[in-house]
């Protein structure tokens, strides 16, 4: 470096000084590593730190090695073990002029201790008569990481290795049922139901020595009406009758519903008798008789049999225009409709035909099945009901008429809103008729007058785990 002065004269003079400038030695980079954990069970998945590393320009590359083929090149990285060992985890930092460093941290990854499998088994039905089908379930069982294999020993020769089976036991006997899941590594699990099934013995309908109960007992039901003393009529919608099993349930006039020898007769007309002064109707809509007490409330599950014959009389003539029930199970709730009914439809209603007898399930409506009968004047018709209580996963029914099947559903019997199982009538309730308009369209095409007749009414009610629960009772209750 010089510096050179200059007087007023321009005289100069010049000095010089020597300036040595050296390169700043460039250091390594410091590489820190750190982790949230440093061992555990696969599969482990670790978070790692190393934006902390430090340089004095700065930290320009990363780069992990997990030690099982994979890496990373972000500051801070995670990563899953799916394997048991020691991992000797690497960082690897590098700064502007390539100089790096490297950092390690211990991952030890232990084996996870497999447990067994839990078995777990059920089904839709635990006693019987022969063929007995039962529905087993086993989907519901368990494992730490998954059933891979089910077996099923149905005790007899046979078996399946679906989650969920069906079979059919074709010979009486006791049978401990069995399923045995395996997980991925082998372990198993074994759990057992014992289904008994009953042999099969053809009985014919209950005799009218059977007697009656009231609605909520269980047991076997007959109401025979020639043995059955009439009630003294009490001026009202209806009176108890039969030691108070069963009551005539009447709008507006009680004696629309008699004695014909050994049947029940109902009968009725919307203008005659003239309506009752406590009636709150213009017009008379309803004969039946009905199952006491009217509140009964079936617990879910219980199960029910009824059996009947119905007759059309002389006189009948099919309405076109207003349909009528002739049986229904009701939950007693003001305003509800019944659980499930036997209607003759008007014309057209759900696409059917005047005077078509359609089987109605209210709790899932729209819910219904033609039968295609059509009953005539004079026609006596055979009905039998099978009803299970219950909602999707156990409720039931079946209808038979003339010993022909025409609905038979495991279905939702019972509303979700009121969860029981209801009262049975049995009767005409014509509920069209309380409008006068519609009253004038029968009169005019002739059918102002619905006179029918009910047999012998045979009955059974059984509540989970009473005897012969789920036996099947068609026989029994079946008219002669």
Known sequence: MELTVTDAEGLTNTETVSITVESKENTAPVAKISSNKTSGTVSLEVAFTGSGSTDDTGVTGYSWDFKDGNGSDQSDASHTFETAGIYEVELTVTDAEGLTNTETVSITVESKENTAPVAKISSNKTSGTVPLEVAFTGSGSTDDTGVTGYSWNFKDGNGSDQSDASHTFETAGIYEVELTVTDAEGLTSTSSLSINV????????????????????????????????????????????????????????????????????????????????????????????????????????????????????????????????????????????????????????????????????????????????????????????????????????????NGQKFYNKQTKTIYDSHPWGGNAKWGIYKWPWRDGDKVQKSVEQGASQLETYLGTVRMITRKPGDTDYGKDSYSMVAPN
Not at 218 to 242: E, L, Q, R, Y
Not at 312 to 320: A, K, P, Q, R, S
Not at 354 to 362: D, F, K, L, P, T
Not at 382 to 399: F, K, P, R
């Open 198 to 401: 009953i042999e099969a013995v053809e009985v014919g309908p209950l005799d009218c020595s059977t007697g009656g109960k009231t609605a909520g007992e269980s047991g076997n039901k007959v109401w025979c009406w020639g043995d059955i003393a009439f009630p003294t009529w009490s001026g009202s919608s209806g009176v108890s009758f039969s030691d108070k099993q069963l009551y005539i349930d009447s709008q507006c006039d009680e004696q629309q519903v008699t004695k014909s020898g050994d049947r029940l007769k109902f009968s009725v007309n919307p203008n005659s008798p003239n309506v009752a002064n406590w009636c709150s109707e213009d017009y008379n809509i309803r004969a039946e008789v009905r199952t006491e007490p009217w509140n009964v409330r079936h617990p879910k599950g219980t199960e029910e049999w009824f059996g009947w014959s119905y007759s059309f009389g002389n006189n009948y003539v099919i309405d076109e225009n207003n349909e009528w029930l002739f049986f229904q199970v009701h939950p007693g709730i003001s305003g509800k409709s019944p659980h499930t009914e036997l209607m003759v439809n008007r014309e057209g209603q759900y696409g059917g035909k005047a005077g078509e007898i359609y089987i109605v399930n209210h709790v899932n409506y729209p819910d219904y099945i033609a039968t295609g009968i059509i009953p005539k004047a004079g026609e006596t018709i055979d009905v039998v009901v099978h009803a299970i209580w219950g909602d999707s996963s156990n409720g039931l029914l079946e209808v038979w008429i």
